[in-house]
């Protein structure tokens, strides 16, 4: 089967390095374009997707918008029979949709209906989720509405990061793909409608959903932070200069919301309920570094309250 692929990230890369190593027939990559990065933005980085079709000498598009009779013209030259679409970055329209004979198919990092959308992790940590996993799923013209055709469940550490988890999806959805593939070659695989009733959202977050708010509990507060690591790091201030945070917990202690409680070994901050230890902390324009060494810096912070 002709299977032309669609991802950017590296939570792409494992379901793109498993049909290789079955021997799929992937004709071509679409991926986004290379980014410029460096204080002169004048060095172009490939997506972790494109690297790995350099190495396996892929066909490779790199459209900005996967739109227009260009893009349509070059997709249809490939000859899909199927499209396999993992953290790409765009919404398809129906007329790439269609291209592939045998349709198009999604690795979704959530079990749908529930967190429909571009942030399934980040939410389902900050929501407290207990369980998550993956979906691939028959797409179509809608926002992760297609037939369910696999799921793969996971628990939620109690202590787990975006990062980690996204981690675990990645492989996780790899192997979801490559099962959900042999269950299709021998017709075995039954789509199921999704029921709209059941149907919870991840939208894209925006810089006021990472920003910590001291006033709700430890939970609550360890949650946030930990939904945004490593990635784009949840913030709040001190003194006027902005402070992420990682790796944090609950933990026990009283004081005004946002006041710092310990600042070495560890950093603890009072919350609306109990407290929080933070593992780790990134000052504005500075790397990150563990929050006992910061601490150890700025001992005159004891005692003052972050916003």
């Avoid at 027939?25 to 410029?36: A, F, L, R, W, Y």
């Avoid at 369980?131 to 013209?141: N, R």
């Avoid at 001291?214 to 990635?231: G, K």
């Avoid at 917990?249 to 609306?272: D, F, K, M, Q, Y």
Wanted: proline fraction near 9%; glycine fraction near 10%.
């Amino acid at each position: 089967m002709r299977i032309v692929f669609f991802g950017t990230p590296e939570f792409a890369v494992p379901s793109l390095e498993a049909l290789l190593a079955e021997r799929a027939q992937v004709v071509g990559v679409v991926t986004q374009p290379d980014k410029p990065r460096g204080r002169s933005r004048s060095t172009l980085v490939a997506p972790p997707v494109k690297e790995v079709a350099l190495r396996h000498r892929l066909p490779i598009l790199q459209p900005a918008r996967p739109t227009g009779d260009v893009f349509l013209a070059a997709l249809r030259h490939w000859q899909p029979q199927l499209g396999v679409v993992v953290a790409y970055g765009h919404i398809l329209r129906p007329d790439v949709l269609g291209v592939p004979t045998r349709g198009m198919i999604n690795v979704h990092a959530s079990l749908l209906p529930r967190l429909r959308g571009a942030a399934p992790v980040n939410w389902a940590i900050l929501r407290g989720e207990t369980e998550t996993g993956i979906t691939i799923q028959q797409l179509d013209a809608g926002m992760d509405t297609g037939p369910i055709l696999n799921q793969s469940a996971t628990a939620i550490q109690p202590d787990e990061t975006a990062g980690s988890l996204l981690s675990r999806l990645a492989v996780l959805g790899a192997e979801s793909l490559v099962e959900a593939l042999a269950l299709m070659r021998l017709g075995l695989l039954r789509p199921r409608v999704q029921d709209p009733a059941l149907a919870t959202y991840a939208p894209k977050y925006d810089r006021a959903a990472t920003r910590v708010n001291w006033a709700s509990d430890a939970l609550a507060v360890s949650r946030r932070i930990r939904a945004f690591d490593p990635a784009p790091g949840a913030w709040t201030t001190l003194a006027g200069q902005e402070l992420k945070l990682f790796g944090a917990r609950p933990s026990a202690g009283t004081g005004t919301p946002g006041e710092v409680l310990e600042l070495s070994p560890t950093l603890r901050i009072a919350t609306g309920q109990d407290a929080v230890e933070v593992a780790e902390v990134q000052p504005a324009g500075k790397p990150r570094m563990p929050a006992g060494a910061w601490g150890r810096g700025h001992t005159t912070v004891a005692g003052q309250v972050v916003t």
